[in-house]
């Protein structure tokens, strides 16, 4: 299926081999490299200013010969591009009026949509354009002629494409994305989602990093699409150099960029996600506030309709990195920095509540699974930073009628070697009460272990933690995640879903392993705790609840809803960005299609890096709609937690409001007809 199909767009930066002051030769290459950018499934091309002629011919722009020449080299390019699909921003001197103006021609198809002058002419330092040029707000007509035809002239022009919803562009000229309201700034508050810059900008020591803080901040700031080609080799070093840089951003992440100082002609391209625009402005809210503000000026904009036509393409990989863990970096410098923020959250969030509250001890439930004993390292560093002692954390196991040995012993070795006090009390005499009480099958000795059979014990550990945090006046630390309120895999009420504060609240399952690894390599804790955490991340997610079978094996709780790491990316586009189901079904794939591609955490061994097909995608998928929809009920009275990321939390109070009553039929029919074919 194509990237078009599912809301992308494919935009490129061309920086050809300039030819100082022969338009027809740079005109040639600009022709090619639209070719090439085409047969790759690209719709918009850009290339660099004054592409035509070279930026640093200097007086010569002034010269008849050289305009003429230009003028014929877009003629030239004009009739190259019939048939071809992606638009192209072209860079050259005209003459309109009696003025000289540094444009940007949008040629499309045969036809040029627009002319764009560039509004903020640099005269300082190397820099000398109003020696040369007029600025864009000095012109007087509307429209310029070109081959004959009126076409649009000014820097008030948006571009819209009918037949590929979302894509908006509008193009501006170096300077222009320097000053500090850049003309781009306007056009994106007017409904332009793909911003272009044709630069020249010559190298000098640092600059690459100023422009890629440029180019990433802008494009965050207007919640739009960036691609930025500046000058590259064949532009004359006679005082300056050129590294033929271009980039594509969006929405404040790098996409793409250039090799610097190339010496042969570039193309870079990336799959804008045109939805994820859509969506991030639906949600801001603030942004319209300012639309609101300067709507007048907005209205004004001039739109220039245009088709593409059919954009297809047989290439199924989407061109952009598709983070197989959302929540998690996979660069171990932004992960090393990503978990240390986790834990100062947290351990903020319990502070001020202890603080707060004017208490100084906490009871939590000690499982040796990985949610507790993040919970647990959380309390650990919680009292250290405020100066309470470690016994004050009370920490109780509460083996059932399934709990292991092994974790039991996991259990006793972590609040051991974290000096912690700890203690065991054995739920199985009060649950077999409760059960009795029930008259269920299981009292009279049948082997029944059904919802009834497994809440019993959760609702048992829960009610002694609650009474001990009175019996103690201490408040119950929870220590479910954010991957089982999702999933609603936690027992309401009287169950592990309560608790006086949840430090793990809004902590994906996927983060709370990278967390413990990311502990377990930073070595913070001493070697009897690091073993232990080491033991338990290598250990099978189990509730513990049911006995293991006959053929020794315990309880999955992956074998039943399904992969964590599948439903905490699930979990993250559907809330983050409100994706369809297809959409979503579409990105897993490209993200867990193929273990070979993309980046992994250096912290995950061979054997972990899994793969999975579309059709283990597209039902699990369906289980995580289901069960995402039924469960709403729960995450309404969760208890109070600190948000932890942008990737959000399901809190009622904060990022996530929902009926409890809301029935999932429309996501899944979505789901279902995008696997027959349709979007």
Request: aromatic share 8%; glycine share 10%; hydrophobic share 40%.
């Amino acid at each position: 299926m194509s990237v078009y199909a599912n809301g992308f767009a494919r935009v490129a930066g061309a920086v050809p081999v300039l030819t100082i002051a022969e338009p027809a030769v740079n005109a040639a290459r600009t022709v090619e490299l639209a070719t090439r950018a085409a047969d790759d499934g690209a719709c918009l091309v850009v290339f660099p200013e004054l592409g035509l002629c070279g930026y640093s011919v200097d007086d010569l722009f002034h010269q008849d010969a050289l305009l003429d020449g230009c003028g014929a080299a877009l003629d030239e390019i004009v009739a190259a591009s019939a048939g071809l699909k992606p638009v192209l921003c072209v860079g050259l001197p005209m003459l309109v009026g009696d003025g000289l103006y540094n444009c940007a021609a949008v040629v499309h198809d045969g036809a040029v949509l627009g002319v764009v002058p560039k509004s903020y002419l640099p005269n300082y330092r190397e820099f000398y354009e109003q020696r040369f040029f007029a600025a864009a707000r000095d012109a007087i007509p509307t429209t310029v002629s070109i081959g004959g035809e009126e076409v649009p002239f000014g820097a008030d022009l948006v571009f819209e494409a009918r037949d590929l919803p979302g894509f908006a562009l509008f193009v501006e000229i170096c300077e222009d994305g320097w000053v500090a309201i850049p003309p781009s700034t306007w056009a994106a508050l007017g409904g332009a989602t793909v911003l272009a810059n044709l630069s020249g900008s010559p190298v000098t020591i640092g600059k690459e990093g100023y422009r890629t803080n440029l180019c990433t901040g802008h494009s965050a700031r207007t919640i739009s699409a960036h691609v930025y080609v500046a000058a590259g080799f064949g532009e004359s070093t006679t005082d300056l150099a050129w590294d033929g840089d271009a980039l594509i951003t969006e929405n404040g992440s790098l996409l793409a960029r250039s090799e610097q100082f190339a010496t042969t002609d570039q193309i870079i391209s990336a799959d804008i996600d045109l939805d994820r625009l859509r969506q991030e402005r639906m949600r801001m809210i603030s942004l319209r506030d300012q639309v609101g503000d300067h709507a007048d000026r907005l209205k004004s904009l001039r739109r220039i309709d245009f088709s593409f036509g059919e954009l297809s393409g047989d290439e199924d990989v989407v061109r952009r990195v598709i983070p197989r863990f959302p929540y998690v970096p996979a660069d171990s410098a932004d992960r090393d920095e990503r978990c240390a923020e986790v834990r100062s959250i947290q351990v903020q969030g319990l502070a001020q509540r202890l603080r707060s509250t004017g208490l100084e001890k906490i009871v939590i439930g000690v499982s040796g699974g990985l949610d507790s004993t993040l919970a647990l390292l959380v309390a650990v560093d919680t009292f250290d930073r405020l100066g309470l002692p470690r016994t004050n954390i009370l920490g109780y196991t509460m083996p059932g009628f399934a709990t292991g040995g092994p974790t039991l012993r996991r259990a006793h070795a972590l609040m051991d070697s974290l000096g912690v006090s700890g203690a065991e009390i054995d739920i199985r005499p009060s649950c077999e009460q409760m059960l009795a009480d029930l008259d269920h099958p299981y009292a009279r000795g049948e082997k029944v272990y059904d919802v009834t059979f497994e809440n019993v014990q959760a609702g048992e550990r829960t009610s002694h933690l609650f009474r001990l945090a009175n019996a103690n006046g201490a408040i119950v630390l929870g220590t479910g995640d954010l991957s089982e309120l999702a999933l609603g895999w936690c027992t309401y009420g009287v169950g592990d879903q309560m608790s006086h504060y949840n430090v793990n609240g809004s902590v994906p399952k996927t983060l709370i392993q990278h967390l413990i690894r990311w502990m377990i390599t930073s070595g913070h804790h001493s070697a009897e705790t690091t073993e232990t955490l080491v033991e338990i991340l290598d250990d099978v997610i189990s509730p513990e609840l049911v006995p293991a079978g006959d053929d020794g094996r315990i309880q999955s709780t992956e074998d039943t809803v399904g992969p964590y790491e599948l439903h905490d990316f699930f979990l993250y586009h559907l809330t983050r960005f409100g994706y369809r189901p297809t959409k979503i079904a579409y990105l897993a794939r490209q993200a867990w299609g193929d273990r070979t591609r993309g980046p992994w955490s250096d912290l995950l061994t061979e054997d972990k890096r899994n793969e999975y097909d579309a059709e283990t995608i597209d039902h699990w998928l369906g289980v995580f709609l289901k069960r995402f929809m039924g469960n709403q009920f729960k995450r309404s009275a969760m208890p109070n937690g600190p948000k932890i990321g942008s990737g959000g939390s399901l809190s009622p109070r904060g990022d996530w409001r929902s009926p409890s009553d809301a029935s999932a039929r429309v996501w899944l029919d979505q789901l279902a007809g995008g696997m027959s074919g349709t979007r």
